[in-house]
C-alpha cells in the first residue's frame, strides 16, 4: 500500500487518454506520464534516494515537473517544492535545513548551486520548463518500470516551506492522509469527476497549485490545460477546452480588466475557484455580472492544506470563505486566553482535521506553540464566524493594528475605502508611532482617473469608522506589492513607511 501513489498515480497507467494539455495543444497522456513517473522513480533511486528522504525541486512549471511529484511518491521519498522566487541565499538555507539527497534546479542555475550541493552531499541535477536537463537525459536512459514502495496513511509525502514573512520559513511537514482526504474533501465539495478539466495557469510549487488542483484531478481521473504561468490572453484562448478554473484574486482582477472576458466565453464553465488571497467582495460581485458566475472562495495554508469552502449548491456568500470542509472542525478563540469567543466575535482561528499537518520540520517547540493540547492548529488568521456559520478571515493575528491600546482590524478600514468612489483597492498597516504605539496607516490604490485625495478619503472615513481606525496618514501607489500567489506583502509596505510617524 502507498496511499497516495495508489490513489493519484496508479490509475494512470490505464489512461490512454490526455492527462495534461499544454498551450501548444500537444497532449500528455496518463500512460505517458505514469511510464515518466517510473523512469524518474528509477533515476532517483539510482543515487540513493531511500523513503523519507527529501527531493527538493526549483523549476519552471511542466509536466516533467509534475512527474517529479509523482515519482517521488513512488519512492517514498517526500516532495519539496520551492518558489522559483527564491535566490541562491535563501535556497541555501532550504538546502541545509531540509537536507535533501537531491535537489533537481534550472540549468542556469546550476553553477551558482554546484559548489552549494557538493558541500552538502546533495546530488543536483538540472531540468528546464522544456523537458531539457540532466534529470530528462538520465529519466530517458532509465527503465519505465518501477515498484512503488510501501507507505502508510501518517508517512511523510511532502514539505511545504511556508512563506515566511517573520522570522525563518519553516517546513510544514504533510503526510499521505493529510493530502489524500483532503483531495477527497474537495472533490465531494466541488463535485470534481473524470469529465472535468481544470484550467491550471498556477504555479506548482504551492498548495493551491500542487495539491489543490493537482490531487484533485488526478483523484478524479480527470485533465488539466496545464499553463506555465497566467497570461489572460492565453487563459482566454484556452477557456473554451475547460471546465472549471483555479486562481487566486489577481487572476480573476486581471481577467475582468479585458472586456473580451465576457459571459460568452464563460457560459460552458462549471465552476471558478478562488483563494490563496482575500477576494475582494466587489469583484466578486463584478465577476458575477459580468459573467453570471459566483466564484467560490475556499480557505486553507500549507500546514492544513484546504480548511473551509463555500458550498457547491448553497449560497456562496462574497467576502467569506464559507463553512468548515467535510471532516474539518473549526472555532475562534481570544489570542490570549485560547477561550472560544462568542459567536460573531473576532479572534484567532484554529482548526482540526485529517488534513492538519505534522508539525514543522525539524522544529519541535515551534509546532508546540502552535498547536492546542486537545489538537487545534492556531492559524494564526483572525476570523469570525457569522450566525449561519459562514467564516470570514479579518487578516493575519501579526498584521493587527494596535493603536493606543485598540485593536485595529486591517480588513475592516480596507473594507470602508475600498467601498468609496474611486477607490481600486487598499491595503492598511500599522507603524511605529510615539504617542500611541502604532498608528494607521492606509496604503490605496486609486482607479485610473481618479482624482481622489487623502484628505477626501479622511472626510470620507470621518463619521464612518471611529476615531482610533482612521488612517493617521495615507499614500498612495501605482499597485500593491504581491507575491506570486497574489498575497499584498504588508511586510514591503510596512518597511517601506516606517518612518512615518517617528519621523516627524
Ligand atoms: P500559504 O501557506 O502560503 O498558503 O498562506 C496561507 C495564508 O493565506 C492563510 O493563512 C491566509 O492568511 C491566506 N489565505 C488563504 N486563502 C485565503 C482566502 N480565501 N481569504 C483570505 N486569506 C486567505
Known amino acids: ?165 517573520t522570522g525563518r520559513s519553516k517546513g510544514a511537514m504533510l503526510s499521505h492522509d493529510n493530502l489524500l482526504s483532503n483531495a477527497d474533501a474537495l472533490v465531494e465539495t466541488w463535485r470534481f469527476t473524470s469529465s472535468d478539466t481544470l484550467l491550471h495557469a498556477l504555479p506548482i510549487f504551492h498548495a493551491h497549485g500542487l495539491f489543490v488542483a493537482i490531487n484533485v484531478l488526478l483523484r478524479v481521473g480527470g485533465r488539466m490545460i496545464f499553463l506555465p504561468r497566467f497570461d489572460v490572453d492565453t487563459v482566454l484562448a484556452q477557456l473554451p477546452r475547460a471546465t472549471t478554473m483555479m486562481g487566486v484574486p489577481t487572476f480573476y482582477g486581471r481577467l475582468l480588466g479585458d472586456a473580451r472576458f465576457n459571459r460568452e466565453v464563460t457560459r460552458h464553465m462549471r465552476l471558478f475557484v478562488s483563494g490563496s488571497a482575500p477576494l475582494l467582495a466587489e469583484t466578486h460581485r463584478a465577476f458575477e455580472a459580468r459573467t453570471g458566475h459566483r466564484i467560490l472562495e475556499r480557505y486553507g495554508m500549507s500546514e492544513t492544506t484546504m480548511s473551509t469552502s463555500n458550498p457547491y449548491d448553497g449560497e456562496r456568500r462574497a467576502g467569506t470563505v464559507g463553512l468548515p470542509l467535510p471532516g474539518v472542525e473549526s472555532r475562534i478563540v481570544d489570542a490570549e486566553s485560547g477561550i472560544e469567543v462568542p459567536q460573531g466575535e473576532i479572534g484567532i482561528l484554529e482548526v482540526r482535521g485529517p488534513n492538519v499537518f505534522k508539525g514543522y520540520w525539524r522544529m519541535p517547540d515551534k509546532t508546540a506553540e502552535e498547536f492546542r493540547e486537545d489538537g487545534f492548529f492556531v492559524t494564526g488568521d483572525m476570523a469570525q464566524i457569522d450566525a449561519d456559520g459562514y467564516i470570514t478571515i479579518v487578516g493575519r493575528a501579526k498584521d493587527l493594528v494596535i493603536s493606543g491600546g485598540y485593536n485595529v482590524y486591517p480588513k475592516e478600514v480596507e473594507g470602508e475605502i475600498d467601498g468609496l468612489e474611486g477607490i481600486a483597492e487598499s491595503a492598511v498597516i500599522g507603524v511605529p508611532h510615539p504617542d500611541f504605539g502604532e498608528g494607521v496607516v492606509a496604503v490605496v490604490v486609486r482607479e485610473s482617473g481618479s482624482k481622489l485625495e487623502a484628505k477626501d478619503i479622511q472626510a470620507a472615513l470621518q463619521d464612518r469608522l471611529a476615531k482610533f481606525k482612521q488612517p493617521k496618514a495615507i499614500f498612495f501607489m501605482g499597485e500593491l506589492p504581491r507575491n506570486t500567489m497574489g498575497k499584498v506583502q504588508k511586510n514591503a509596505l510596512r518597511e517601506m513607511f516606517d518612518d512615518v510617524f517617528t519621523e516627524l
Open 1 to 165: 500500500m502507498n496511499p497516495l501513489a495508489d490513489a493519484l498515480v496508479a490509475p494512470l497507467d490505464m489512461r490512454g487518454d490526455a492527462v495534461l494539455i499544454r498551450p501548444d495543444g500537444s497532449e500528455m497522456s496518463g500512460d505517458a506520464l505514469h511510464r515518466l513517473s517510473g523512469r524518474i522513480a528509477n533515476v532517483l533511486t539510482g543515487v540513493g534516494v531511500q523513503p523519507g528522504d527529501r527531493v527538493a525541486m526549483q523549476t519552471e512549471k511542466s509536466a516533467e515537473a509534475l512527474a517529479l511529484y509523482l515519482a517521488c511518491l513512488r519512492t517514498g521519498a517526500l516532495f519539496l517544492p520551492l518558489n522559483t522566487a527564491y535566490t541562491t541565499a535563501e535556497l541555501d538555507y532550504f538546502l541545509g535545513d531540509a537536507e535533501p539527497r537531491v535537489a533537481v534546479c534550472a540549468p542556469a542555475a546550476e553553477a551558482v548551486l554546484r559548489p552549494v550541493a557538493n558541500a552538502k552531499g546533495i546530488t543536483l541535477l538540472t531540468l528546464d520548463g522544456t523537458a531539457v536537463g540532466t534529470l530528462v537525459e538520465r529519466a530517458a536512459e532509465a527503465p519505465e518500470e518501477f515498484a512503488t514502495v510501501a507507505r502508510c496513511t501518517d508517512d511523510l509525502a511532502a514539505i511545504l516551506y511556508t512563506s515566511g514573512t
